[in-house]
């Protein structure tokens, strides 16, 4: 009788071993079930075709419109009406510089009766500097842009150097309307194009701008090829890293091509202005570098002989190389240990040797071939055969394994003699050199042979030329923590100087370039074929041939931006189109494979590709085709007939046709911008240091210069779907979720623009010309008479009702102080000087240098660094009186030990104390008589240790007999700071209103 089971008798790990069988068995391989993946759409040939005869001509602008229209009478639609004017200038001043327009500029645009008033306008908005400012925010979604660099592990600065210098050569490039075939040929190889501007160095932030990925270097290389083939071709090579593409033509031997390119390569940090800073500054710089380059020359050689001493201990490490992991960040190495870095270049290194023959290892490999079981009975054989044959055999190597080795560990053992007898012949050399003429080679050619082995540019002993970033592996823990420290030194003065210094974080080739092997399973210590450096098959065929100069960066950025690629092209104008109408004609920017959706205008793409390569590849031309077309200036609102709105739902509910324009939410860098040129408030200058958008006070220049932290990503740009910065963002999600709301309401970016929208309006007397001024700077027209009685309605029912704190708000004061133990009683209180609006601290930011961390808040706090700044809450009694006291203290946090706590009186001294911990309790006074002018000090401070030290601790004091009561939650001024009068209610309500928020 044949066994039965089910799934459900099968133990948990069978089960997920079955379901990943069947996945694999079942996955399609690389173009499997589609033999004609070469003849999909995104791999043909770019080819110019005639625009069709359109149905409409007079309604044509551009010869986009053609295609256009007849896909739309394919499907028996039409196109919408024109747009009014107001809305065609605001939606090109937003689409081209990503500011609203001037009240004065929409004025003239409607008053203008030239029939080129809309093509002078187009031409002005592209001539403008913020042009560039708006296109590179697009752009720096597509290159991951960061200001950091992720989470470092504390081993290095975490901000880049070069990051915003970047930032400005992307502005300055687009606005020069730098063709885009150099623009990706220069942010991929600048180094090697003869003919670059020194500037031009900063472009290669488009590699080296990626996460750090705690150094681990296989992860780093990923995330440049993931942002260089999705960026600029929308291929997704990453998939290939562990297998094949699973649907598109990409092998796995591909991805490692590009890996090799990569792998080729070094950093190079470079200043790029000529003399920065002062003469101070300058020497400074000189000094820093220099400590960091003599200390990595010190380590370098020292880490080298290290390994040159234990070469017998790093052969026999080939027969174990389970034991040495591939490089984490989590590994910590001491200066005795054999280092992984150096088993895996000794193995590529012996790899190399049995290749081409090297006599030197003949005998190690043909030891290492032998069964550890049967190696002293099949020794004696190898010994025989390698004397019948000596030319094969170094001669030293041959004197050593005179006598057959009993065992692998011998055999390296004798290796590492024969090798150390060398260095010592070297070392000697070297003591007995004259001053300032060290020898160079040894005189025997065979030592110099074995020489070389040890100290030649290739040798596995020795720690590769290049930065710390590339070298890092090859160093023990501590060495390593201080070459980091004085790189970060380095990076910190170029960082904090007073002048901004523009430095590029570059890619150089190496010396000998790296020939790169497939990880099998993306696993970097299981090795398989050997693979060129050369081009994708699917683009380059596979008759293709390898890169020959260097790395082959250079060549494989000319292969990108060849006219002949089929993808580059394609990609960028639909990047360009989706950015002007919501949506690509294909609606996966960056994934043109198998598995995206075909264009909804094929012959439409192709035409703008084409005659964007025509036109020399220049966007702003491409702007122009795109924003002149009638198919852009068509209204967006939909028809007000019921029965055809409804048949248009049916037919293209996505507007995939265009029959007519999507309507835009501003992005949230829009939005800000917006909101600072509404109140007089942008400053407009071009270029510079990131700042802290979120810091008080805010600044005034446009959101494209406010700092990106890619580990500390703020919650505000994560709610207004900002780009990731940790990886490509091809597209930015548009959600509605309460958050943003709130963001109107209440933080105190938008409360502040509402005031100073306000104080605009109250200048002039009449109430009536103040509205006004608000509708005109926000909306750039005049309020409605409708929306002008609805105002004065607001400001009216607002009159009178102004926030008056209540009196007892008066008698506290927030300070800080000290618990003096010998006279009971408070000593040196100062007030707190700093406040935020919801909390008294020491200055804007905490910690603050002085003060340390000491604030308090409606409802608790946290007491200063030591037991002299402990926090204080001063009651002072506005008469005299009998009054009874209560109070809750809480400490949540388990770590640290916890706070003490006292009440005081300045009359009575200690009224009340506890230590607390992880704990609640109740602190409280039934009757307590106190004349006017006596304190009662709710005093806090640390434990033994600063550490997780913030409370809790609300109280009251109720009057005996009376019915004044003074809480100190709801007397805290906090209430009474967010509170705004009419004009800035007024300004709140039309600044988060629709028609400011979005672009029609």
Same mark, same amino acid.
């Not at 502040?752 to 926000?778: H, S, T």
């Given at each position: 009788? &044949?066994?039965?089971?089910?799934?459900?008798?099968?133990?948990?790990?069978?089960?997920?071993?079955?379901?990943?069988?069947?996945?694999?068995?079942?996955?399609?391989?690389?173009?499997?079930?589609?033999?004609?993946?070469?003849?999909?759409?995104?791999?043909?040939?770019?080819?110019?075709?005639?625009?069709?005869?359109?149905?409409?001509?007079?309604?044509?602008?551009?010869?986009?419109?053609?295609?256009?229209?007849?896909?739309?009478?394919?499907?028996?639609?039409?196109?919408?009406?024109?747009?009014?004017?107001?809305?065609?200038?605001?939606?090109?001043?937003?689409?081209?510089?990503?500011?609203?327009?001037?009240?004065?500029?929409?004025?003239?645009?409607?008053?203008?009766?030239?029939?080129?008033?809309?093509?002078?306008?187009?031409?002005?908005?592209?001539?403008?500097?913020?042009?560039?400012?708006?296109?590179?925010?697009? @752009?720096?979604?597509?290159?991951?842009?960061?200001?950091?660099?992720?989470?470092?592990?504390?081993?290095?600065?975490?901000?880049?150097?070069?990051?915003?210098?970047?930032?400005?050569?992307?502005?300055?490039?687009?606005?020069?309307?730098?063709?885009?075939?150099?623009?990706?040929?220069?942010?991929?190889?600048?180094?090697?194009?003869?003919?670059?501007?020194?500037?031009?160095?900063?472009?290669?932030?488009?590699?080296?701008?990626?996460?750090?990925?705690?150094?681990?270097?296989?992860?780093?290389?990923?995330?440049?090829?993931?942002?260089?083939?999705?960026?600029?071709?929308?291929?997704?090579?990453?998939?290939?890293?562990?297998?094949?593409?699973?649907?598109? #033509?990409?092998?796995?031997?591909?991805?490692?091509?590009?890996?090799?390119?990569?792998?080729?390569?070094?950093?190079?940090?470079? !200043?790029?202005?000529?003399?920065?800073?002062?003469?101070?500054?300058?020497?400074?710089?000189?000094?820093?570098?220099?400590?960091?380059?003599?200390?990595?020359?010190?380590?370098?050689?020292?880490?080298?002989?290290?390994?040159?001493?234990?070469?017998?201990?790093?052969?026999?490490?080939?027969?174990?190389?389970?034991?040495?992991?591939?490089?984490?960040?989590?590994?910590?190495?001491?200066?005795?240990?054999?280092?992984?870095?150096?088993?895996?270049? @000794?193995?590529?290194?012996?790899?190399?040797?049995?290749?081409?023959?090297?006599?030197?290892?003949?005998?190690?490999?043909?030891?290492?071939?032998?069964? &550890?079981?049967?190696?002293?009975?099949?020794?004696?054989?190898?010994?025989?055969?390698?004397?019948?044959?000596?030319?094969?055999?170094?001669?030293?190597?041959?004197?050593?394994?005179?006598?057959?080795?009993?065992?692998?560990?011998?055999?390296?053992?004798?290796?590492?003699?024969?090798?150390?007898?060398?260095?010592?012949?070297?070392?000697?050399?070297?003591?007995?050199?004259?001053?300032?003429?060290?020898?160079?080679?040894?005189?025997?050619?065979?030592?110099?042979?074995?020489?070389?082995?040890?100290?030649?540019?290739?040798?596995?002993?020795?720690? #590769?030329?290049?930065?710390?970033?590339?070298?890092?592996?090859?160093?023990?823990?501590?060495?390593?923590?201080?070459?980091?420290?004085?790189?970060?030194?380095?990076?910190? @003065?170029?960082?904090?100087?007073?002048?901004?210094?523009?430095?590029?974080?570059?890619?150089?080739?190496?010396?000998?370039?790296?020939?790169?092997?497939?990880?099998?399973?993306?696993?970097?210590?299981?090795?398989?074929?050997?693979? #060129?450096?050369?081009?994708?098959?699917?683009?380059?065929? /596979?008759?293709?041939?390898?890169? /020959?100069?260097?790395?082959?960066?250079?060549?494989?950025?000319?292969?990108?931006?060849?006219?002949?690629?089929?993808?580059?092209?394609?990609?960028?104008?639909?990047?360009?189109?989706?950015?002007?109408?919501?949506?690509?004609?294909?609606?996966?920017?960056?994934?043109?494979?198998?598995?995206?959706?075909?264009?909804?205008?094929?012959?439409?793409?192709?035409?703008?590709?084409?005659?964007?390569?025509?036109?020399?590849?220049?966007?702003?031309?491409?702007?122009?085709?795109?924003?002149?077309?009638?198919?852009?200036?068509?209204?967006?609102?939909?028809?007000?007939?019921?029965?055809?709105?409804?048949?248009?739902?049916?037919?293209?509910?996505?507007?995939?046709?265009? @029959?007519?324009?999507?309507?835009?939410?501003?992005?949230?860098?829009?939005?800000?911008?917006?909101?600072?040129?509404?109140?007089?408030?942008?400053?407009?200058?071009?270029?510079?240091?990131?700042?802290?958008?979120?810091?008080?006070?805010?600044?005034?220049?446009?959101?494209?210069?406010?700092?990106?932290?890619?580990? %500390?990503?703020?919650?505000?740009?994560?709610?207004?779907?900002?780009?990731?910065?940790?990886?490509?963002? #091809?597209?930015?999600?548009?959600?509605?979720?309460?958050?943003?709301?709130?963001?109107?309401?209440?933080?105190?970016?938008?409360?502040?623009?509402?005031?100073?929208?306000?104080?605009?309006?109250?200048?002039?007397?009449?109430?009536?010309?103040?509205?006004?001024?608000?509708?005109?700077?926000? %909306?750039?027209?005049?309020?409605?008479?409708?929306?002008?009685?609805?105002?004065?309605?607001?400001?009216?029912?607002?009159?009178?009702?102004?926030?008056?704190?209540?009196?007892?708000?008066?008698?506290?004061?927030?300070?800080?102080?000290?618990?003096?133990?010998?006279?009971?009683?408070?000593?040196?209180?100062?007030?707190?000087?700093?406040?935020?609006?919801?909390?008294?601290?020491?200055?804007?930011?905490?910690?603050?240098?002085?003060?340390?961390? !000491?604030?308090?808040?409606?409802?608790?706090?946290?007491?200063?660094?030591?037991?002299?700044?402990?926090?204080?809450?001063?009651?002072?009694?506005?008469?005299?009186?009998?009054?009874?006291?209560?109070?809750?203290?809480?400490?949540?946090?388990?770590?640290?030990?916890?706070?003490?706590?006292?009440?005081?009186?300045?009359?009575?001294?200690?009224?009340?104390?506890?230590?607390?911990?992880?704990?609640?309790?109740?602190?409280?006074?039934?009757?307590? /008589?106190?004349?006017?002018?006596?304190?009662?000090?709710?005093?806090?401070?640390?434990?033994?240790?600063?550490?997780?030290?913030?409370?809790?601790?609300?109280?009251?004091?109720?009057?005996?007999?009376?019915?004044?009561?003074?809480?100190?939650?709801?007397?805290?001024?906090? !209430?009474?700071?967010?509170?705004?009068?009419?004009?800035?209610?007024?300004?709140?309500?039309?600044?988060?209103?629709? /028609?400011?928020?979005?672009?029609?």
């Amino acid at each position: 009788m &044949p066994f039965r089971f089910t799934i459900a008798t099968l133990p948990a790990a069978a089960v997920r071993a079955l379901v990943l069988v069947l996945i694999l068995h079942t996955a399609p391989a690389m173009g499997e079930g589609d033999d004609n993946f070469f003849d999909h759409w995104a791999f043909q040939p770019l080819t110019m075709p005639t625009p069709p005869r359109p149905p409409s001509p007079d309604w044509e602008q551009t010869p986009l419109d053609a295609f256009v229209a007849t896909k739309l009478a394919e499907h028996d639609l039409a196109p919408s009406p024109p747009a009014d004017r107001r809305t065609l200038i605001r939606r090109i001043t937003y689409g081209l510089t990503g500011l609203p327009p001037t009240r004065e500029e929409v004025e003239r645009f409607m008053n203008d009766a030239a029939p080129n008033a809309y093509e002078r306008a187009v031409d002005r908005l592209l001539s403008s500097p913020h042009y560039g400012e708006q296109w590179t925010r697009h @752009w720096l979604d597509v290159a991951r842009y960061s200001d950091t660099k992720g989470y470092v592990y504390a081993r290095e600065e975490r901000f880049w150097t070069h990051a915003w210098a970047y930032r400005d050569w992307v502005v300055r490039a687009l606005n020069e309307d730098m063709p885009y075939n150099r623009f990706l040929l220069l942010q991929l190889a600048a180094d090697q194009v003869a003919d670059r501007r020194k500037n031009d160095l900063a472009a290669m932030g488009f590699l080296t701008l990626g996460r750090r990925f705690l150094g681990v270097r296989r992860e780093v290389i990923d995330d440049r090829i993931d942002v260089l083939c999705r960026g600029t071709m929308a291929l997704t090579v990453s998939c290939a890293r562990c297998h094949d593409h699973k649907y598109d #033509p990409i092998p796995t031997a591909d991805y490692y091509s590009l890996y090799g390119v990569f792998d080729s390569c070094l950093e190079k940090l470079q !200043v790029l202005d000529e003399s920065p800073g002062d003469e101070a500054f300058r020497a400074e710089l000189a000094k820093r570098q220099e400590a960091l380059r003599a200390k990595l020359r010190q380590y370098a050689n020292e880490s080298s002989q290290r390994a040159r001493e234990r070469i017998a201990d790093y052969l026999f490490a080939q027969s174990e190389l389970h034991k040495f992991p591939a490089d984490g960040f989590d590994q910590i190495f001491q200066k005795s240990d054999l280092l992984p870095a150096f088993v895996r270049r @000794w193995e590529r290194y012996l790899r190399q040797a049995k290749l081409e023959g090297d006599p030197i290892f003949t005998m190690w490999h043909a030891y290492a071939e032998l069964a &550890p079981a049967r190696f002293s009975d099949q020794a004696a054989e190898v010994a025989a055969r390698f004397l019948a044959s000596p030319e094969s055999v170094h001669p030293a190597i041959a004197a050593a394994f005179a006598t057959p080795p009993q065992s692998f560990r011998e055999v390296c053992d004798r290796y590492g003699a024969v090798f150390g007898e060398v260095d010592r012949q070297w070392q000697a050399a070297l003591a007995a050199a004259e001053d300032g003429s060290p020898p160079t080679l040894l005189d025997d050619p065979d030592a110099e042979a074995l020489r070389q082995a040890l100290y030649g540019e290739d040798a596995a002993c020795r720690v #590769p030329d290049g930065p710390i970033s590339h070298s890092e592996t090859f160093f023990d823990s501590g060495s390593l923590t201080e070459l980091w420290k004085l790189q970060g030194e380095v990076d910190r @003065w170029l960082i904090n100087s007073q002048a901004p210094v523009r430095t590029a974080l570059t890619l150089v080739d190496q010396a000998e370039p790296v020939e790169p092997r497939v990880f099998r399973r993306g696993n970097p210590l299981n090795l398989g074929e050997d693979v #060129p450096r050369r081009f994708l098959s699917v683009l380059g065929g /596979e008759e293709r041939g390898p890169f /020959e100069v260097g790395s082959g960066r250079l060549e494989l950025a000319q292969a990108i931006v060849d006219p002949q690629n089929p993808l580059t092209a394609r990609v960028i104008v639909n990047r360009v189109w989706a950015h002007h109408f919501g949506a690509g004609l294909v609606t996966t920017p960056s994934d043109f494979g198998l598995r995206a959706d075909p264009p909804s205008h094929p012959e439409l793409l192709d035409w703008l590709a084409a005659r964007f390569v025509q036109d020399g590849w220049s966007l702003k031309q491409l702007h122009r085709w795109i924003v002149l077309s009638a198919t852009y200036r068509q209204s967006s609102a939909p028809p007000s007939d019921l029965a055809q709105r409804k048949r248009l739902m049916q037919v293209d509910p996505d507007n995939r046709l265009l @029959w007519r324009m999507n309507p835009r939410r501003l992005t949230f860098e829009e939005t800000r911008d917006s909101l600072l040129q509404a109140t007089g408030s942008l400053d407009r200058a071009i270029g510079g240091k990131p700042a802290n958008l979120f810091a008080q006070p805010f600044p005034r220049r446009r959101t494209l210069y406010g700092l990106i932290d890619r580990q %500390y990503f703020p919650s505000t740009l994560r709610i207004f779907d900002c780009a990731s910065p940790d990886l490509h963002t #091809p597209e930015r999600s548009e959600t509605t979720v309460p958050q943003q709301a709130l963001f109107f309401l209440n933080h105190p970016l938008m409360v502040e623009r509402a005031q100073e929208l306000a104080k605009l309006a109250r200048e002039l007397k009449d109430p009536r010309e103040g509205v006004a001024r608000i509708f005109q700077r926000a %909306y750039q027209r005049d309020p409605s008479e409708t929306e002008i009685t609805d105002a004065l309605k607001l400001l009216r029912s607002v009159e009178g009702e102004a926030f008056q704190p209540p009196q007892t708000a008066a008698d506290w004061q927030y300070g800080y102080g000290a618990f003096d133990e010998a006279t009971q009683r408070v000593a040196g209180f100062m007030p707190l000087p700093h406040f935020t609006g919801d909390a008294w601290q020491g200055g804007p930011k905490r910690p603050d240098d002085k003060l340390g961390w !000491v604030q308090l808040t409606a409802t608790g706090g946290h007491p200063g660094n030591d037991r002299r700044h402990a926090a204080v809450r001063r009651w002072t009694a506005p008469r005299g009186m009998t009054i009874a006291i209560r109070s809750h203290l809480v400490h949540e946090a388990p770590a640290g030990d916890g706070v003490r706590a006292f009440i005081v009186s300045s009359e009575q001294g200690l009224l009340n104390s506890t230590s607390i911990h992880q704990d609640a309790a109740d602190l409280n006074m039934d009757a307590l /008589e106190v004349k006017q002018g006596a304190t009662i000090d709710f005093v806090i401070d640390i434990g033994e240790v600063l550490n997780s030290d913030q409370f809790l601790w609300t109280a009251t004091l109720e009057e005996q007999p009376g019915s004044t009561v003074w809480n100190s939650a709801t007397d805290f001024p906090t !209430v009474a700071a967010a509170r705004l009068d009419g004009w800035e209610m007024l300004a709140q309500v039309v600044l988060c209103a629709n /028609e400011f928020l979005f672009v029609d």
